[in-house]
């Protein structure tokens, strides 16, 4: 009865690798205004093979005219979704051995002051004062720092705490801790497209979860109006119950 289907091995294979792709650029673009765009790009698409199937012409003509650009207009719509797959797929795969020794940065001494950043952030959480920390991995940041000023400072909690007091020129934005070290301060994150974040989560929570979607980086957040310590890691905040498992997080995240 269905002796004209032939599946092969290969043809299973190319179902399965198909699927998981789709699945990892839903994943990549749920909960963000990228995923209306998509489902409207797939009904047009499904529109224009009912179209083909019925012999419409000229209207199978134009619907295919305006596919045919399609890559380049999917390139330029989901620039952000698009770079935010390849980061996700590169911080995946670069642990392998021959990335680490083709495309690492890593120079040493990131053996990192876990205590200070924590002690920071409690005096910080108890004054309720406002904070964001980015805390540099393998992704390079360098885009956010040059919106900042270089400091380039060995961490202490007295530096920590008197960058991001409220009378400081400095205290605007966030900063950039890389390899024990303050880098930058007054940093410009991006903010994320996510439209699922709670309602009072504010602008400080919201640029952490845009680094960390377009980085591996690991931000720490503190709540200007709660006090409350948060850790954001690949766009999800996870708030502390206070110091102690802060320091336990970060040496657990970054290897101490």
Known sequence: MFDFIHISISDILDILVVAALFYQVFKVIRGTAAISIFTGIIIIYVFWFGVRTLNMQLLSTILGQVLGVGVLALIIIFQQEIRRFLMHLGTRYQHLKIFQ????????????????IAYACRKMSESKTGALI???????????????????????????????????????????????????????????DNQNIPAH???????????????????????????NISVVEQGKIRTMSGANELRLVLGSALGG
């Open 201 to 227: 989560y504010g602008m400080r929570h919201r640029a952490a979860i845009g680094c960390t979607e377009q980085t591996d980086a690991l931000v720490i957040t503190v709540s200007e109006e709660t006090g």
């Open 134 to 192: 980015v805390i540099a991995r393998k992704s390079l940041l360098d885009v956010y720092a040059e919106t900042g000023d270089i400091i380039d400072a060995r961490i202490s909690n007295r530096l920590l705490e008197n960058l991001f007091f409220k009378n400081s020129p400095l205290h605007d934005g966030a900063i950039i801790l890389k390899n024990n070290r303050v880098w930058t301060a007054r940093c410009t994150l991006p903010i994320t």
């Open 101 to 116: 020794m083709l495309f690492s940065s890593d120079k040493g001494g990131s053996n990192w002051d876990f205590d200070a």
